[in-house]
């Protein structure tokens, strides 16, 4: 009998994590994140576009590791703003930023901004390195929304309670795990994303 195949997340983030396991959990995928390997360096995300970093992150930490690694980058794209904050979604407000001080300076920047002009998406690009560092896939995916002027609901991160999905009339603080899990910008890249990966790691392990 084949060994369960693994795939390392490239990523610190604990409700990220939580989510890709989730996703993936139906096909019988281990996975884990570099939070379980201590000596893997923190990989620099200095690209200018979601593909370069998602890409970085995965060849870097699979050539570490020795191990198939999905590399993610993703973030918020507001209208008015120009695309902003985009690939410094994570770090908008600036050195020691939080989900606290990005969404503050996110709803600063669109205080004038009337609510018909609010709309915004979500990106998510997702890279799979095998364990020599090269990337074999690639997937990206959007989901469009508005944001809203309070915050709705306790679940997600980041600026989830502040995306308001139009269609649901809820944010995706408000909306439910499996809701979402069919909705969101990484679910959307996922069901792309599935079925090479399975196909790899499956080969893999044969």
């Not at 009337?114 to 959007?142: M, Q, W």
Request: charge should be neutral; glycine fraction near 8%; aromatic fraction near 8%.
């Amino acid at each position: 009998m084949s060994a369960r195949p693994s795939l390392v997340i490239a990523s610190r983030n604990a409700k990220k994590r939580r989510e890709i396991e989730e996703l993936l959990a139906p096909h019988w995928i281990e996975v884990h994140s570099v939070t379980d390997f201590p000596d893997v360096p923190e990989v620099i995300e200095d690209g200018v576009t979601f593909a370069d970093n998602a890409a970085k992150k995965a060849a870097q930490t699979a050539q570490h590791l020795n191990r198939w690694v999905l590399g993610e980058d993703s973030g918020l794209m507001v209208d008015a703003l120009g695309g902003a904050p985009g690939v410094y979604s994570a770090r908008f407000s600036g050195e020691g930023a939080t989900d606290e001080k990005n969404n503050k300076k996110l709803l600063s920047e669109l205080a004038d901004v009337p609510d018909d002009k609010r709309g915004a998406r979500y990106l998510c690009h997702a890279a799979i390195s095998d364990p020599r560092g090269n990337i074999r896939f690639t997937v990206e995916a959007t989901c469009r929304g508005r944001i809203i002027r309070e915050p709705r609901g306790a679940n997600g991160f980041g600026y989830d309670p502040y995306f308001q999905i139009l269609e649901y009339h809820q944010t995706f603080g408000e909306l439910s795990s499996s809701v979402k899990h069919h909705l969101s910008h990484r679910a959307r890249a996922f069901e792309r994303l599935i079925i090479p990966l399975v196909r790899l790691l499956q080969g893999e392990n044969a």
